[in-house]
């Protein structure tokens, strides 16, 4: 009797863990075990990330530029990708306005600030209200200011230096007379602009007519207006030589003006790589030069630095360069 009551308890004993666990090797229901975040739209585990969530605004006085644009809309694109919430504000040339919308995110407590295609120094008072809130401040194809954190961009020097070299030597063989169509309170313009400057002074054959402000918005046209105007107070063949553009978007423009006007013969060079530009490059246009920036490459390093920033990873302030590279007609 005895053993028939042990082993009716065994049985019930056994019964009774079949019950309470689960499959072989794996805990019991009643037991607490960390588990994987599960989005509410999949069943699939999300990634943990430090940056999930972060608010980032954008601010550019440029956005109808072809590049900013581009830089921007990398940028959203891969932030976004990573969980941050990302706000672009475009003030349309109107620095008063960009200081404004910066002071605006800095009281909204936005977790970071991209300055794109801007000057800081423009912005300074703005942007030491982010650094005295503890507001991480990026810049992507600007200048760096002491307090923010990196600027992605070209080596803005070395470019205007390679291109302007390839105009006066290669195009040019040194001698002739060169218009510079430029936009100086833009921090990488400037630069190619001070490269220009110095390399003139080296080649006494070559002889400036003009500089000429481009304003922006619209560049293109602009520049159009502007070599229309100069072709008239240089009508002789070969009165111009060539044409110094900053970027590509004068370049654009001053080539349709030159090609509309029959003058052929002046030598257009730019800055950026503007997939318009390389066509016009490849098609015998008066465009024969530019430099191609990797602006997909200065907003990725804007979203990798700043993804490190929010992971608690120590990062290294300063320029980051993102390499460029001479595009010429075959």
Known sequence: MKKIIIVFLSVLLALSLAACGG???????????????????????????GAAGKNVSILTPY???VTTNQMVDRMKAEMEAKGMLVTVVDTKGDFAQLASRIEDTVTAKADAIVIVSTDPGQIATALQSAFDSGIPVFGCDSGFLEGMHVNATSDNYAMGELITRYLFEDLMGGKG??????H??????LQRCE?????????????????????VPGPIENSRQTLENLILSNSQPDSITAVWCAWDEPAIGVSQALEASGRDEVLVTGVDGNSQAVEMIETGSPLKATVSQNFDGMAAIVTEEMT???????????????????????
């Open 23 to 49: 499959s072989p090797g794996q805990p019991a229901s009643n037991e607490s075990v960390p588990q994987a975040p599960v989005s509410q739209d999949s069943e699939a585990p999300v990634a943990e990330s």
């Open 63 to 65: 956005l109808s530029s």
């Open 177 to 182: 007379t060169v218009i510079a169509l430029t």
């Open 184 to 189: 100086r309170p833009h921090p990488g313009v």
């Open 195 to 215: 490269a220009f400057d110095n390399l003139l002074g080296e080649y006494p054959d070559i002889s400036l007519i003009t500089e000429q402000h481009v304003e």
């Open 308 to 330: 490190k920033l929010f992971e608690g990873v120590a990062i290294e302030k300063g320029d980051k360069y993102a390499p460029a590279t001479l595009i010429k007609a075959a």
